[in-house]
């Protein structure tokens, strides 16, 4: 027998595979990726088969674009297939069923005979008296066959047939769009003791599960809402690496405005090898200002499905969201446009260790723009609501309520009451305690000031009316 001997344990990695010249990797966030990959080739005049290893598996064979950067006129790609079934130890096998093969299990034994059946317990052969042989897979320490069967490849390989005037090498480029490659990003503030500045340290968190890897890549990120005929397939939820060190890194990364999104290129080349995630520092800033917010919004409302209101419950109670409020722009430190993603935020304590105390996520923002971000509810506030009169008629209503604000704490508040007039477009404060802002059509909001250990009541009365 001319034998191949595959080693169980190995045999996909016993194959060379052509190298990458020059990559280029850009990463959108929305779980895919456009590779540009520069090789070069030695092209005969005349028809060529090429076989263009390393391609992503996750590749979207329609997307190929391929060029010679030498001789862009001279040669082009007449066919094109996407090999993708991949060699494994159960595809090797089941290429040689009722063929002869070798096994040399991990005690020196032989066993050789005709392939018949195999499964995840046992391999069977059939010996030349006829006589059956059982081995468990688990006790093979090689296998031999008389040659790899056609059709199996070890990584996916685009096979081209290129016809080309010129011969020589060509210096050719390949772009092409493959999912499963995708990125986030991540902030992480710290708070200062009086809750008034804000250090802010940007990360990218990348994550390759495209099967293949990107050495040396220049690497360029898009933020923004690229619209794909076809949806992508979720190829794997990023598990996030939390940073434990918030000890802040010179940006890396240079922005810019490209059509309508935003791109941000790495200064440097960077590998992005296949199942793994890797976090490059993306903006650092200190002294940002940022103002607490203590916001107070008792109704459940959802725009003009009014219905979640509950109409009977005449006192509705509902903790003090607490949030903290940043502009950003250059005056504050910032002004940057920011890629959506959460932000963490710490604050030191009186031992001066940081402590977590919320996070937020926030969407794509422009510079110049306000962030809002929400930490959770306030302890030592609270907030109670009650309807106290209700009137209706044929084609009106009028109702009044009264908020009570209760602050615990040992310094003086502000707390923003949001109300929402949510029975009908025409409506009108008729009674009021406190002066308030519109919003917009359906939403006013009071500011109340409310001091230590101290109760703020707001009241007022709106009448609604229709024809």
């Known amino acids: 027998m001319k034998n191949l001997v595959i080693f169980v344990f190995c045999f996909l990695f016993c194959?060379?595979?052509?190298?990458?010249?020059n990559v280029e990797l850009t990463v959108y966030n929305q779980n895919f990726a456009l590779v540009k990959d520069q090789r070069s080739l030695d092209l005969k005049k005349g028809l060529n088969k090429v076989d263009f290893k390393d391609v992503a598996s996750l590749i979207e064979p329609t997307s190929v674009h391929f060029v010679s950067?030498?001789?862009?006129?001279?040669?082009?790609?007449?066919?094109?297939?996407?090999?993708y079934d991949l060699m494994s130890s159960e595809k090797l096998l089941s290429k040689y069923i009722d063929k002869n093969i070798k096994i040399v299990t991990k005690d020196a034994k032989t066993y050789e005979g005709t392939l018949s059946s195999?499964?995840?317990?046992?391999?069977v052969l059939s010996g030349q008296d006829g006589l059956s042989m059982i081995v468990r897979p688990d006790n093979i320490a090689?296998?031999?066959?008389?040659?790899?069967?056609?059709?199996?490849?070890?990584?996916?390989t685009l096979v081209w047939e290129i016809e080309n005037e010129k011969a020589g090498k060509h210096l050719t480029e390949v772009s092409y769009l493959t999912g499963g490659v995708n990125w986030l990003a991540e902030y992480v503030t710290v708070l200062d003791k009086d809750d008034k500045k804000i250090s802010l340290d940007g990360w990218v968190s990348m994550t390759n599960a495209s099967g293949a890897s990107y050495k040396d890549a220049k690497l360029k990120l898009i933020a923004g809402d690229v619209r794909r005929v076809q949806p992508q397939a979720s190829i794997r939820n990023a598990v996030m690496y939390e940073k434990k060190s918030l000890d802040a890194s010179a940006p890396q990364f240079q922005e810019k405005a490209f059509f309508e999104y935003h791109m941000y290129t790495l200064q440097r080349k960077a590998t992005l090898k296949n199942n793994q995630i890797k976090q490059i520092s993306l903006l650092s800033s200190n002294d940002v200002p940022v103002k607490k917010l203590f916001?107070?919004?008792?109704?459940?409302?959802?725009?003009?499905?009014?219905?979640?209101?509950?109409?009977?419950?005449?006192?509705?109670?509902?903790?003090?969201?607490?949030?903290?409020?940043?502009?950003?722009?250059?005056?504050?430190?910032?002004g940057m446009p920011l890629p959506k993603g959460k932000v963490k935020v710490y604050k030191k304590d009186d031992?001066?260790?940081?402590?977590?105390?919320?996070?937020?996520?926030?969407?794509?923002?422009?510079?110049?723009?306000?962030?809002?971000?929400?930490l959770g509810d306030a302890f030592d506030v609270v907030g109670e609501r009650k309807r106290t009169n209700y009137r209706?008629?044929?084609?009106?209503?009028?109702?009044s309520f009264e908020i009570s604000l209760r602050n615990h704490k040992d310094s003086n508040i502000e707390i923003n009451v949001?109300?929402?007039?949510?029975?009908?477009?025409?409506?009108?404060?008729?009674?009021?305690?406190h002066e308030f802002t519109k919003k917009d059509a359906q939403t006013i909001e009071f500011k109340v000031p409310v001091a230590r250990n101290g109760e703020t009541k707001v009241t007022y009365t709106v009448r609604y009316w229709w024809r």
């Open 295 to 334: 916001v107070y919004d008792p109704v459940d409302y959802y725009g003009w499905n009014w219905y979640h209101y509950d109409n009977n419950q005449s006192t509705k109670e509902q903790k003090i969201k607490v949030k903290i409020e940043l502009i950003n722009s250059k005056q504050n430190n910032l």
């Open 69 to 83: 950067l030498t001789a862009p006129d001279s040669c082009s790609i007449l066919e094109q297939n996407y090999e």
């Open 142 to 156: 090689q296998i031999s066959f008389d040659k790899t069967p056609e059709g199996l490849i070890t990584k996916p």
């Open 118 to 123: 195999f499964d995840s317990g046992n391999i």
């Open 392 to 399: 209706s008629g044929n084609n009106w209503a009028e109702e």
């Open 15 to 21: 194959f060379s595979a052509r190298a990458q010249e």
């Open 351 to 374: 031992d001066g260790s940081l402590q977590f105390v919320g996070e937020d996520q926030i969407d794509h923002t422009p510079k110049d723009e306000t962030i809002k971000l929400y």
């Open 418 to 433: 949001i109300e929402h007039m949510w029975r009908y477009s025409n409506w009108k404060i008729t009674d009021k305690s």
